[in-house]
């Protein structure tokens, strides 16, 4: 059978490819990338090159937890300018030949429009949780010399001039946290979309079943079999990137988780309303962005793995030698679900569990070794 291609205008996550992936094809969304890169990139090396010349164990404490939670915001953002483009291209030319959501028939369809809205309130939450977080960094909610380092390397380098890059910097600042969390927002773009296919792949299947003739049985299982192949190729090409860039950001995300927590300790030392507030912030976006990148493994592992399950309640005793052939060809193909794994390190809830019990550990151990 010969399924119609899938119109992405009318998919369910569409505003979300445009949010996370098509960002760089619009003017207004180069211009705020590129400036925020180069603004950020600067500010930076300045602070680099001030902890360097003004090194002790108070400044490191106090401000090194921004300083590394920004480079790891700057990285993500240099990244996605490369890197997101080419990727993006790849992908829409691979969805555009997957199954439209009607495959199965309407009611599948209202099926999957329900469960994509509430997937879409979630995810859209968490996106618009961190320009929230940016704003709240904002110099009219308090002073920010007691977290951030700009400030004070700002007024010692600029003197009388140094509001005009402080202003540039905070008024940036929203669309940098947004970047912290686009990169993990695109995996997930990727996963949602497999999850939509899976489910019409699992619909088809499950109706083999009603099928009496042998030579529509053959017609189905051949389509289910160009489907997965399709999924296989698309996912396999989004792990490519993936692999790119998933051994600096474990390395960044790392230290960054470690040296949130780690101030989050220095602070309860001498707290302030302001301050906890700032540090709630940076505290939820890094558990979002871990819970981010590690939902979208665990749900390609289990959605990958529900095809092996549903073919094993195919009716394989009725059919002729041709269509168990297919079928167990298929069941080959099926029977290890996909996986984002590197360096024997998986993508994945264990992992999450694995990352947040190590960064306390060392977080409480750099804070013990500092009193």
Known sequence: MREKPLHLSHFPYYLLKIMLCDTEQYRLGRFLSYSCAVIHSISLLLQMYYLIDNFNKETVSRYG??????????VALIYEILYAQPSVSMMSQQIST???MDACGEKVKQMILKRAFFTSVVTYSILFSFPIFG???????????DMFLCVRVFNEYFTKWS?????????????LTFSGIRLPGMLLYAILITNIQIILLNQKI??????????????????????QIKLRQMLNKVLQFVYLVMPVFLLLGALTAISVLFF????????????????????GGNILVVFTFCESGQAL??????????????????????????????????????SITIAGITLDYKLAVTLIRTCCSYALVLYQMKN
Not at 135 to 145: C, E, K
């Open 163 to 175: 509001k005009v890059p402080i202003y540039l910097y905070f008024c940036s600042f929203p669309v």
């Open 65 to 74: 937890c921004v300083v590394i939670v920004t480079t790891y915001c700057v």
């Open 98 to 100: 997957l199954w439209p």
């Open 135 to 145: 704003i709240i960094m904002f110099p009219l909610w308090g002073d920010q010399s």
């Open 264 to 283: 989050l300790f220095y602070s309860l030392e001498n707290p302030s309303d302001y301050l906890m507030i700032r540090l709630a912030c940076f505290l």
């Open 206 to 227: 499950a109706h083999i079943s009603d099928l009496g003739d042998q030579r529509l049985v053959f017609g189905t299982l051949c389509s289910c079999v160009s489907l």
């Open 301 to 338: 592992s289990n959605d990958t793995g529900r095809i092996f399950d549903i073919l094993l309640t195919c009716p394989w005793y009725k059919w002729d030698k041709k269509n168990k052939n297919i079928l167990l060809m298929f069941l080959v193909n099926s029977l290890k679900p996909m």
